[in-house]
């Protein structure tokens, strides 16, 4: 399976007359199998996951000019990016936990709540990647 995006500007009607798809690519060159979560408010950063050797699988960044690039870390899966496309949101397994990563440096384990289970998801970010919209395992008290 090959993933796209599509690229459409609605603020100006003579671009969104000139929109069009862009293969993605994949991590793995002998895979087919990638899924886009996330994308940055000009279309031009892009995240998701690849799956790797041993169908393990893997958050992306993609970008037009660099392509997709791992976040190093299997068993991840990128689910947001920041508007201006600087910051990654998403979830490292084992444990299940929300990450933010900035690529081209480490990405951060977020940690998770207490009580209930361990279980913690980043799913979006803000403009600048300063805020982060996540969910936890834990239980709710009054």
Same mark, same amino acid.
């Given at each position: 399976?090959? &993933?796209? &995006?599509?690229?459409? =500007? ?22 087919? $199998? ?5 994308? =940055?408010?000009?279309?031009? !950063?892009? /995240?998701?996951?690849?799956?790797? #050797?041993?169908?393990?699988? *893997?958050?992306?960044?993609? /970008?037009? +000019? ?8 299997? /068993?991840? +899966? ?7 496309? %600087? !910051? &990654? !949101?998403?979830? $490292?397994? #084992? ?7 900035? #690529?081209?440096?480490?990405?951060? %384990?977020?940690?998770?709540? #207490? ?11 803000? *403009? ?7 969910? /936890?395992?834990? *239980?709710?008290?009054?």
């Amino acid at each position: 399976m090959s &993933i796209v &995006i599509f690229v459409l =500007s609605l603020a100006d009607t003579a671009k969104a007359q000139s929109a069009y798809l862009i293969g993605l690519g994949h991590l793995d060159p002998n895979s087919n $199998v990638s899924h886009a979560f996330g994308v =940055s408010a000009d279309g031009s !950063v892009v /995240t998701g996951w690849s799956t790797r #050797p041993n169908f393990q699988y *893997e958050a992306f960044q993609w /970008t037009r +000019e660099g392509g997709m690039i791992g976040m190093n870390h299997r /068993t991840s +899966e990128g689910a947001g990016v920041s508007g201006d496309g %600087r !910051v &990654i !949101v998403g979830q $490292v397994t #084992p444990p299940t936990e929300a990450f933010f990563w900035i #690529p081209g440096s480490e990405y951060f %384990r977020m940690g998770d709540l #207490p009580g209930g289970s361990f279980n913690s998801k980043a799913r979006a970010a803000s *403009e600048t990647g300063a805020g982060v919209s996540s969910s /936890t395992g834990a *239980e709710a008290t009054p």
